[in-house]
């Protein structure tokens, strides 16, 4: 059995990785695809002493790093079930390869999705101008037109966010009013680079083949369709953890976080989570790789405790 067994193979689990292996303790890293995100991420600009990258050579350095070590890695493996340790005191994680594996602690670190509208031009212009991350890629649109899709509270942050960066800022909800905490609205409507559009159905990504250069809407009183012409778009319409698996298992938020104290202690004693599928806020690269390295860390301290047998 594995003294630590991390399940996903993002930034947060190739901390963890490290940190556990680096105790001289059994290491084994489980994951549906090595490298997580970060793979499908373009351009990184944020991951502090590295001011330029691009996501699979960062991905390729996380794997590297985490080869450096005597860590089992598993690629191209879904965990589909966690069972937690019973009198043995051995934790299980059934594959969907029908394998299973058992460890004394187990750092889950399966990261999240964002949601996507699922509208033409949305896939062919991801990266492209179509992100999903402000903290990312606002700086990349400075002085340019940009909209926000989604008026709940991250879009709302996003747009007041992008309005100190940007030239102009269209914010389109769905709804017939955002869903955004009032006193966020109240900042938003006091900005006067931002366009509120509700009953805003975004129908299409336009683009010039290379980039974005609009999008496409319809009123959903009138039916009337409008583009509106910008340089950028954010998707915020939701961030998926990918916890559906573990439903009943551990205790979860209302939105499918796991739920993790500062330590990275889950609801059941010797199961640790870390970075995106937690309740830790910010979803960012350098926060999932210290969470890792605290989760891995904490289920060092756990196993320490263990009676002696
Ligand atoms: P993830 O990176 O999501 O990794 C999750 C891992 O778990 C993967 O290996 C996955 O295959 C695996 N997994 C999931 N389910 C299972 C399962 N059931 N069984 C086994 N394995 C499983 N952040 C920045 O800081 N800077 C940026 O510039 C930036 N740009 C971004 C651009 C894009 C397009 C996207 C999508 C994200 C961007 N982010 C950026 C966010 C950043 O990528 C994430 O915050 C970070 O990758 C989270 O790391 P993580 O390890 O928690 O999860």
Not at 42 to 59: C, D, K, Q
Not at 205 to 217: A, C, R, S
Request: glycine content about 12%; some cysteine; charged content about 20%.
């Amino acid at each position: 059995a594995f003294d630590v067994l991390v399940v996903g193979g993002g930034p947060a689990g190739a901390a963890a990785a490290i940190y556990a292996a680096r105790k001289g303790i059994r290491t084994g890293v489980v994951a549906e695809r090595f490298g997580g995100q970060v793979l499908d991420t373009a351009g990184i600009e944020n991951f502090i002493s590295v001011p330029e990258t691009e996501g699979p050579r960062l991905a390729a350095a996380m794997e590297q790093h985490v080869k450096a070590y005597e860590v089992d890695v598993m690629n191209l493996q879904r965990a589909e079930q966690l069972i937690p340790a019973g009198a043995d005191g051995l934790h299980e994680v059934r594959l969907s390869s029908g394998a299973s594996l058992k460890a004394r602690s187990v750092v889950l670190s399966t990261g999240a999705r964002w949601r996507e509208l699922g509208v033409p031009g949305e896939q062919q212009y991801k990266g492209k101008g179509v992100c999903f991350c402000p903290h990312c890629d606002g700086p990349l649109f400075k002085g340019q037109r940009v909209a926000v899709i989604g008026g709940g509270n991250s879009g709302v942050e996003a747009a007041i966010d992008l309005a100190g960066i940007v030239a102009h800022v269209t914010l389109l909800e769905f709804a017939d009013t955002l869903r955004a905490d009032a006193v966020l609205q109240a900042r938003l409507r006091s900005l006067p680079n931002v366009t509120v559009i509700t009953h805003a159905q975004t129908s299409a990504v336009l683009g010039d083949g290379q980039k974005v250069n609009g999008l496409e809407y319809t009123d959903r009183r009138s039916g009337q369709t409008h583009t509106v012409a910008l340089q950028g778009l954010f998707v915020q319409i939701g961030l998926l953890p990918n916890t559906d698996w573990l439903k009943g298992t551990l205790s979860l938020s209302r939105h499918g976080e796991i739920e993790v104290n500062p330590r990275g202690e889950t609801s059941i004693p010797g199961v640790f989570a870390a970075g995106d599928c937690t309740t830790v806020p910010y979803k960012q690269i350098v926060i999932a790789v210290g969470e890792g390295a605290k989760a891995a860390l904490s289920a060092f301290d756990h196993l320490i405790r263990l009676p002696v047998d």
